[in-house]
C-alpha cells in the first residue's frame, strides 16, 4: 500500500467518530430505542425480583444510616464490640417502627366498631345534605343503602394484614443488616483503594451515601415537627388517641409528598364519626396547613438543597419506585434515585449536563460548563 495514500487525513485520529467521513454504527434513533427496550427489561426483572430487591435495598439504606455509629464506634471499641452496638440499635429502630404501625393501625380497627351506629347517622346526614342540592332521593338511598360500615372495618383489617406481610420480610433484612454491618469494618478501606482507580465512581457512591443520610435527618427533624403540632392540636379538638396519630404522622412523614394523607385518614374518620363533620372539617384544614406548608413547601425546599433533587422528580420517584418495589419503595424513592444519580449521573462525567435539569437549580449550569478539571 502506498504510504503516501491518505495523507489528507494527516494529523486526524483514525478511530475518531467525529469524522464526517465515518458514519456513526448505528443511527441515534436505533441507539435510543435499543436504550430504551433495555430499560424496560431491567425494570421488569427488578420488579419480578422486587420481594428480594426491596429488602435488600432497605438492609443497604440502614447500613448506611448506622455507618456514621460505626465509625465512632470503631475509635473506641473492639471491632466485634462496635458491630454489636450497632446491630442492636438498628434492630431497636426497626421493632420500634414496626410496633408503631401495627398499634396504629390494630387501634384505629378496634375504634371503629365502637362508631357503627354513628357512621350510619353520619351517612344520613350527608344524604340530606346531597338532597338539598338536587341529587334523587333514589340515588341517595341506592348509597347509603349499599354502604356496609363493616367494609371500612374490613378494609383496615386488610392493611393490618399487609402490614404484617411487610413484617415478615423483617428477618431477611435484619440478616442482611447483621451481614452488611459485619462486612462495615473493612468496606471503607476497599472503597479508598478502589478511589485510586476509579475515583469518579467511589466519589458518587460517597455522594449517594451521604445524600441518603442527609435525606433521612431532613425527614426526621421536620417529621418531628409535623408529630408535635398535630398531636397538639388532635388533643386540642379532642379527637381519640391524639399521640397516636401524631406518632403516625411523624413515620409517614418518611414517604415524600404524599404521607400525610395516609397519617391524615384515621384522625379524619375518628373526628367524623366523634364529632361531626364540622370537626373533621377542622382536622383536614389544620393537617393540611400543617403539613402541606411543611412537607410540601419548607421540607422540600431543604431536600433539594441537599441532594439535588427538583420537586417534580421527588414526586416522580415516588410513583416509579412505589410500583415497582411496591410499600418498601414508597419509603426508599429518594435513596434509590439518589442511587441511580450516582450510578448513571454522577459517576460519568459525560452526564453532567443532566444535574441542573434534575435539581432544577440554575448554579449547577456554571459547574457543568467548566472544563474537565477547572477550578
Not at 338536587?134 to 394484614?161: A, T, Y
Not at 466519589?203 to 408529630?227: E, H, K, P, Q, W
Request: charged content about 15%; aromatic content about 8%.
Amino acid at each position: 500500500m502506498d504510504p503516501l495514500a491518505g495523507s489528507d487525513n494527516e494529523g486526524r485520529n483514525p478511530m475518531s467518530t467525529n469524522d464526517a467521513s465515518t458514519p456513526p454504527l448505528l443511527p441515534r434513533p436505533v441507539l435510543v430505542m435499543g436504550g430504551l427496550a433495555a430499560t424496560v427489561i431491567v425494570v421488569a426483572g427488578i420488579k419480578a425480583a422486587h420481594g428480594i430487591i426491596g429488602p435488600a435495598l432497605m438492609a443497604l439504606v440502614l447500613t448506611i444510616m448506622a455507618h456514621p455509629l460505626r465509625r465512632w464506634l470503631d475509635r473506641r471499641l473492639p471491632t466485634w464490640a462496635a458491630t454489636l452496638v450497632c446491630i442492636v440499635v438498628v434492630y431497636l429502630g426497626m421493632a420500634a417502627l414496626v410496633v408503631a404501625m401495627v398499634v396504629s393501625t390494630a387501634r384505629f380497627a378496634t375504634l371503629l366498631p365502637a362508631y357503627q351506629d354513628a357512621l350510619t347517622e353520619r351517612l344520613q346526614d350527608l344524604a340530606d345534605w346531597a338532597e338539598r342540592f338536587g341529587v334523587g332521593q333514589e340515588e341517595i338511598q341506592h348509597v347509603v343503602s349499599s354502604f356496609d360500615p363493616n367494609r371500612l372495618i374490613g378494609l383496615i383489617e386488610s392493611i393490618l394484614s399487609g402490614a404484617a406481610s411487610v413484617a415478615s420480610n423483617l428477618a431477611f433484612i435484619l440478616a442482611l443488616v447483621l451481614f452488611m454491618t459485619m462486612d462495615g469494618g473493612t468496606f471503607p478501606r476497599l472503597l479508598g483503594s478502589a478511589a485510586r482507580v476509579r475515583p469518579a465512581i467511589v466519589g458518587a457512591i460517597d455522594d449517594f451515601t451521604i445524600g441518603t443520610r442527609r435525606y433521612f435527618a431532613v425527614s426526621t427533624v421536620f417529621g418531628l415537627i409535623v408529630a408535635v403540632l398535630d398531636t397538639v392540636a388532635l388533643a386540642i379538638l379532642d379527637v381519640p388517641a391524639p399521640v397516636l396519630w401524631g406518632l403516625l404522622a411523624f413515620i409517614t412523614n418518611y414517604i415524600p409528598n404524599i404521607g400525610f394523607v395516609i397519617g391524615l385518614i384515621p384522625p379524619a374518620v375518628l373526628a367524623l364519626l366523634d364529632g361531626g363533620l364540622g370537626m373533621m372539617i377542622t382536622v383536614v384544614v389544620i393537617y393540611c396547613l400543617l403539613n402541606v406548608v411543611i412537607q410540601t413547601v419548607i421540607q422540600p425546599k431543604f431536600v433539594g438543597d441537599a441532594l439535588g433533587l427538583s420537586t417534580t422528580l421527588t414526586f416522580v420517584s415516588l410513583v416509579f419506585w412505589s410500583w415497582v418495589i411496591g410499600p418498601l419503595g414508597a419509603l426508599l424513592a429518594i435513596p434509590l434515585t439518589l442511587l441511580a444519580k450516582a450510578v448513571f449521573i454522577d459517576a460519568d462525567p459525560d452526564a453532567r449536563w443532566l444535574r441542573p435539569l434534575i435539581s432544577n437549580k440554575e448554579d449547577e449550569i456554571e459547574q457543568v460548563g467548566q472544563p474537565e478539571g477547572a477550578a
